[in-house]
Structures are given as C-alpha cells and as structure tokens.
C-alpha cells in the first residue's frame, strides 16, 4: 500500500505538469496528499520541517543562479549579440544545421562547467533567432538544448564539472575523468542518436508546410539597432562567463579557506555566522562568472543595453521567480516522497536485481525519476545502497570507475519525466507547453537511459574502461 501511495503521488503531479498547471501549486499537494494516506498526524511537521525547509534552502542557494542567469540572457538579446551569432552560425553551417548549433553551443558551455539553468536562459535568445530565421518550428527548442545541456555533457564525456558527474566521486574513491573511454562512447551515441531524432522531426514538419509558428509567448524582442556587432566580440561575454567559472571556482576556496565567519554589527551579542565555504564555492563562482559576463554584455554594448535595461530585465526578473519557484517545489516535493515508506519499499525491490550494474543503473535513474531530480535521486540512492554497489562490482571485478560512469549516467537518465524542475523550467523560459514540447524531450530522455545500458554493454563485451 505504501508504494501506491508513492506511486499515485507521482502520476499525479507529472498528470498535472503535463496538463499545465502551476507545480509550485501542486507539488505541496502531491507531497502532502501522500502523507496523510501514509499518516495523518505528520502532514504539517512534513511541510514545515521538510517541504518548505528544502524548498527554502533551495531558493537560498540558487535563486541568485536563476535572476543572474535570466538577466544575462535579456541582456546578450537587447544588445543583438544573440542575432549577431545566429548570423554568424548560418554563415559558417548553413540555416539547414540550425539544431546542430544550438546543441554544440550548449555542450559548449555545459562542459566548460556553466550551470544547465543558466544555459537555458543564456541559449534561448540564440535558438528562438536561428530557428527563426531557418523556419523550423518553435516547439523544437526545447528537445534540442535538452539534448545539448542535459545529455553527453551532463554526465557522459570524462571531465565534465557539472555535479552529476561530481557526486559519485566521494562514494566511489574516484575523479571526474573515471571510465573516460566508456564515457566518451557514451557521449557519443547520445549524441548520434539525439541529432538523428531531432533532425527527422524537423524534415518532418518541413514535409508538412509547418514553419516556426505564430501569436507565440516569451518570444525575444527583435533588435532594434542599425548595425550587428562582430560574432567575436558577441562572443566574449560566453567565453568568460565559461572561463571566469572556471578561475573562480579554483581562487574562492583559495582565498576564503575551508570556512569563513564574521560577527554582524546589531544590537546586542550576536552570534558569528560561519559559512561552510566548500558547499557553496561552484555557486559564488558560477553567480561571479555570470556579473562577469553582465558586465561584458554592458561594456561592450552601453548604448543597446543602457536603453532598454529597465524593460528588458523587468520580464527577465520574472521569469527568474517563476522558474527558480517551479524548480524550488520539485525539490520539496521529492524530500518529502524520499521521507515516506513506500520509497524504501522501491529501494528494497531495486536491490534485488542480480547484476551489478544493471542494479546500479536501474536503481539511480528510478529513483532519480521518483524525486524528478538526477542529482537528488542519485545522492538517495548511493548513500543507501553504495555499499551493496561495491561489494557487488568487487565480487565480479568491476572497477569503481566503471560504477562512476554508470552511476553518472544513470541519474541524467529517466529524471526528465513532466515533473523534473529542469524541464519546467525550459518550458517557462521557451514559452513552451508539455503538451507542445514534452515529446521530444522525452525522446531524448529514452535515448539518454538507452545510452546506460548500452556502455554496460560495451563494458562487459570489451573490458573497456
């Protein structure tokens, strides 16, 4: 009964994510509705002490990611540096390469370390312009950053800096380059494969006379100046948002030590506030990197920016509460969910699967489906169960590296269902509905999950590492 109630509670908030209702409403809902089916008495300590605890601590730690991120994004639109690219890219790959662009354009900045909300935000200026401008439809955007920012470059390719790719390192002694081999060739068929789909969906609707569309919501503004910048120097606020992260998360920790403190100034004897400074480096560096590339944005564009900044980022702002909100709830919701019985009745039956990295796969993107998070369901599933992963793998001569890669993979995987916050949050940032868009993404999310079992496949035929 306690795994029904999981289940139920799951099937209907992706049934009302997928019909267009607000998440931040109905994401208590579902949590909450399932508690009182598991115990009544726990329903207002769950959303105090748990819901909104998480919730809170969520928003305390991005929220500035999300209005960083979006404001960046208005401001490469209005200064019509995201026009100049998008003529640039026709020129060099021709309008007919149009989803091959956006794709590398997000594998570029996923893997120089940029958070994968921030690229939504900072891509979509980009994309909306050169499907535009190449007619295809508008509904695709949304399937072609997914495949560019939360695919190969997410947790494939060896070295990527994002946090999937960085978690399973303190559970299995490993670093990010483990499996690079595997990893590589992973990376590869998802892309293959994701640009395959992606390209017979745009011959598709090219067939059926459907062009970009019309009466279209959060459509960039066009730019209203005379002359387009030069690509490279539209470029330069990209290459340092990429590069000033990657400085920055090397010299914060230099600088600040493991921990720093200070005492406020107020009435009284306050107590000194101690910031753990390893939790939360990558996110001053990536909020530092994005004022890095503000400023650049500013600088090299004054005259475009400085006219238009106040209507410009007013929307931007928006946007930025609303999708940080979305994601917020989702997080609430899965804490809540791992809280309950029926979860540990779904980790239990995950373990009964006899290999050791089919179990391992399947337990992680299961769980990473449950929660709609791929690093929250991954951070769940080996802190339970990592220990049965390693004795396992040992006692068939598996290499911790080869767990890495699959653990990795795995949590990017199944975690994009409806309710999954990135996902709503691409569809808030595009304009976009489920029902418009969802399929696509959900194409690349089974080749993302093929993808697993493919270089477990590869492993155990080869040996390969």
């Known amino acids: 009964m306690s795994f029904l109630i999981v289940l139920a509670a799951l099937c209907f908030l992706m049934f009302v994510a997928y019909r267009g209702y607000s998440v931040i409403l109905f994401a208590p809902v579902a949590a909450l509705g399932a508690v009182l089916l598991t115990d009544p008495s726990l329903v207002a300590p769950m959303f105090t002490g748990l819901f909104m605890d998480k919730m809170v601590g969520f928003l305390k730690l991005y929220f500035p990611v999300f209005l960083l991120g979006a404001i960046f994004g208005k401001l490469i639109e209005v200064s019509g540096f995201s026009k100049s690219i998008v003529a640039a890219t026709i020129r060099l790959f021709g309008p007919e390469r149009a989803i091959l662009s956006i794709v590398a354009v997000c594998a570029i900045l996923t893997y120089g370390g940029v958070s994968l909300f921030v690229v939504v935000f900072a891509v979509y200026p980009f994309a909306a312009e050169l499907f535009r401008q190449a007619d295809i439809p508008k509904r695709l955007i949304p399937g072609t950053i997914a495949l560019g920012a939360f695919t190969f470059t997410m947790d494939a390719l060896p070295g990527t800096p994002q946090i999937q790719n960085i978690i399973p ?75 000033s992260n990657k400085v920055y998360t090397m010299l914060i920790p230099r600088y600040y030590g493991e921990s720093h403190s200070f005492e406020p100034s107020v009435i009284g004897n306050a107590a000194p506030v101690v910031q753990e400074v390893s939790r939360v480096a990558a996110i001053w560096a990536v909020e530092a990197a994005l004022l890095t590339g503000i400023l650049a944005v500013v600088v090299l564009a004054w005259k475009a920016v400085s006219t238009h900044f106040a209507e410009s980022t007013q929307p931007a702002i928006g946007g930025a509460l609303l999708a940080s909100m979305n994601t917020a709830s989702e997080y609430g919701f899965g804490a809540v969910i791992a809280a309950l019985p029926g979860f540990l009745v779904v980790a239990g039956a995950l373990g009964t699967i006899p290999d050791p990295l089919i179990n391992e796969a399947i337990t992680v993107t299961a769980l990473a489906g449950i929660t709609g998070s791929a690093s929250g369901g991954m951070s769940i599933a080996l802190a339970a169960m990592s220990d049965t992963f390693i004795a396992n793998a040992n006692a068939a001569g598996i290499p911790m590296e080869v767990l890495h890669r699959v653990a990795s993979m795995a949590s990017g995987g199944m975690d994009t269902l409806p309710h999954n916050g990135a996902v709503i949050t691409l569809l808030a940032v595009t304009g976009l509905t489920h029902r418009q868009a969802y399929k696509d993404i959900f194409a690349i999310t089974i080749i993302k999950t093929l993808a697993v079992f493919f270089i477990i496949g590869v492993f155990y035929a080869t040996g390969w590492v």
């Open 169 to 243: 390192t303190g559970f299995f002694g490993t670093d990010t380059w483990a499996a690079p081999v595997l990893g590589t060739l992973g990376g590869l068929f998802i892309l293959a494969l994701g640009m395959s789909y992606l390209e017979w969906r745009r011959r598709v609707a090219q067939r059926a006379g459907e062009g970009y569309g019309t009466e279209l919501k959060n459509e960039p503004a066009p730019y209203a100046g005379d002359k387009l910048a030069n690509p490279w120097i539209a470029l330069l606020p990209l290459v340092l948002v990429g590069v």
